[in-house]
T-cell receptor
Framework: DAGVTQSPTHLIKTRGQQVTLRCSPISGHKSVSWYQQVLGQGPQFIFQYYEKEERGRGNFPDRFSARQFPNYSSELNVNALLLGDSALYLC???????????FGPGTRLLVL | DQQVKQNSPSLSVQEGRISILNCDYTNSMFDYFLWYKKYPAEGPTFLISISSIKDKNEDGRFTVFLNKSAKHLSLHIVPSQPGDSAVYFCAASVVDNFNKFYFGSGTKLNVKP
């Protein structure tokens, strides 16, 4: 089975722009979570979606939004980019709550 | 709110010896703990987990110990191999309505041949 896939792998944006990151979960997984990993830190939880509904949100501003599609893929949108949004954005999927999360390779975002 | 802490940013061990990676947490409501391994340019890979009803879980060369009274868990790798060189993250979650995991900042393990 294919693992979690994310696109694009790398992205360079300028301050104030908007970005959309994409994630395809492992087949059969209905839950997708998004994490931000800043250099030198562990992943920080942003969102979790299960069956197309938002089930959890971390301590991130409203500039961050996400959605999940009927095929369980997901998008993370970040508006009005700041330099501090530069990070590795990780997507993880699992079958449901409390199950082991499987991570994709991440999208590395650089904001200039 | 750094609820999961890994106070050692790096650890160097000789091949064949034991590697012990430590993790402390502050939230007594955490009841499920995991260790992930991360290589450069890859996402974290699940290694081993433990529920709060246990104090030890083994999987091959990897053993996780949980001390609930001390709010401390550790990962033991025996024997350590050069291929184990990676960044190790511990993560914890609480029983609630969603699947939010709190991660530590990671420990970079270097196993020397």
């Amino acid at each position: 089975d294919a693992g979690v896939t994310q696109s694009p792998t790398h992205l360079i944006k300028t301050r104030g722009q908007q970005v959309t990151l994409r994630c395809s979960p492992i087949s059969g997984h209905k839950s997708v979570s998004w994490y931000q990993q800043v250099l030198g830190q562990g992943p920080q939880f942003i969102f979790q979606y299960y069956e197309k509904e938002e089930r959890g949100r971390g301590n991130f501003p409203d500039r961050f939004s996400a959605r999940q599609f009927p095929n369980y893929s997901s998008e993370l949108n970040v508006n009005a980019l700041l330099l501090g949004d530069s990070a590795l954005y990780l997507c993880a999927s699992n079958r449901g709550s409390r199950e082991i999360q499987y991570f994709g390779p991440g999208t590395r975002l650089l904001v200039l | 709110d750094q609820q999961v802490k890994q106070n050692s940013p790096s650890l160097s061990v000789q091949e064949g010896r034991i590697s012990i990676l430590n993790c402390d947490y502050t939230n007594s409501m955490f009841d499920y703990f995991l260790w992930y391994k991360k290589y450069p340019a890859e996402g974290p890979t699940f290694l081993i987990s433990i529920s709060s009803i246990k104090d030890k879980n083994e999987d091959g060369r990897f053993t996780v110990f949980l001390n609930k009274s001390a709010k401390h868990l550790s990962l033991h790798i025996v024997p350590s191999q050069p291929g184990d060189s990676a960044v190790y993250f511990c993560a914890a979650s609480v029983v609630d309505n969603f699947n939010k995991f709190y991660f530590g900042s990671g420990t970079k393990l270097n196993v020397k041949p």
